[in-house]
């Protein structure tokens, strides 16, 4: 079954250090997606980065990086020189697919991140 | 901010009754996906609607139905409220099946429901 693990729930950085969230799945797929997004506590998720299971290189996204270890299953995404704005609910998902050629994507359980002044 | 918006922001119902949530999807995006996010949880896939159809359902009994309209818009109605509906209700519009098109999925601001 596909299934996405975040194992910490709460992380806390200092402003302007880089901070990893940690993020593994579990798929039998060959071709599959992974995505991170921020849920502030506003309710909306905001996209933030993508990587595809056949890209080879890791994918940027301005501070936002994914680094993506395929024979470890992991798919960690780093923030690197974190600012107040990203305290938030991280979220890793992957795409599934369905029957009928339909998506989903599976949600991790979340990080909540608190960046301190 | 996306293009995806949804009604209400808040809502509260008593156990028993029936809601429909409403989402607006991106222009130009043709496939709606639900989803249901329970308290301090990941979103749960609820179902997905391309071209006016659902095409995908997730783990949700039959009280849970949906639509999609010619414009694409969607909604979700729940019947017989039960207390565990509490959530945020995210709705998600993509441009299609394509694998590179959901790779752009867009998700709303939610619904917040209250169950009492």
């Known amino acids: 079954a596909q299934k996405i693990t975040q194992t910490q729930p709460g992380m806390f950085v200092q402003e302007k250090e880089a901070v990893t969230l940690d993020c593994t799945y579990d798929?039998?797929?060959?071709?599959?997606?992974l995505f991170w997004y921020k849920q502030p506590s506003s309710g909306e998720m905001i996209f933030l980065i993508y990587?595809?299971?056949?890209?080879?290189q890791n994918a940027t996204e301005g501070r936002y990086s994914l680094n993506f270890q395929k024979a470890r299953k992991s798919a960690n995404l780093v923030i690197s020189a974190s600012q107040l704005g990203d305290s938030a609910m991280y979220f890793c998902?992957?795409?599934?697919?369905?029957?009928?050629?339909?998506?989903?994507?599976?949600f991790g359980q979340g990080t909540r991140l608190t960046i301190n002044p | 901010e996306t293009g995806v918006t949804q009604s209400p922001t808040h809502l509260i119902k008593t156990r028993g009754q029936q809601v429909t949530l409403r989402c607006s999807s991106q222009?130009?995006?043709?496939?709606v996906s639900w989803y249901q996010q329970a308290l301090g949880q990941g979103p749960q896939f609820i179902f997905q609607?391309?071209?006016?159809?659902?095409?995908g359902r997730g783990n949700f009994p039959p009280r849970f139905s949906g639509l999609q309209f010619p414009n694409y818009s969607s909604e979700l109605n729940v019947n017989a409220l039960e207390l565990d509906d509490s959530a945020l209700y995210l709705c998600?519009?993509?441009?299609?099946?394509?694998?590179?098109?959901?790779?752009?999925?867009?998700f709303g601001p939610g619904t917040r429901l209250t169950v009492l």
């Open positions: 609607y391309y071209r006016e159809e659902e095409n």
């Open positions: 990587q595809g299971s056949y890209d080879e």
């Open positions: 998902a992957m795409r599934v697919f369905i029957i009928q050629g339909a998506q989903k994507l599976v």
């Open positions: 222009s130009g995006h043709n496939t």
């Open positions: 998600a519009s993509s441009g299609g099946l394509a694998r590179s098109s959901y790779n752009e999925q867009f």
């Open positions: 798929t039998s797929d060959q071709s599959y997606g």
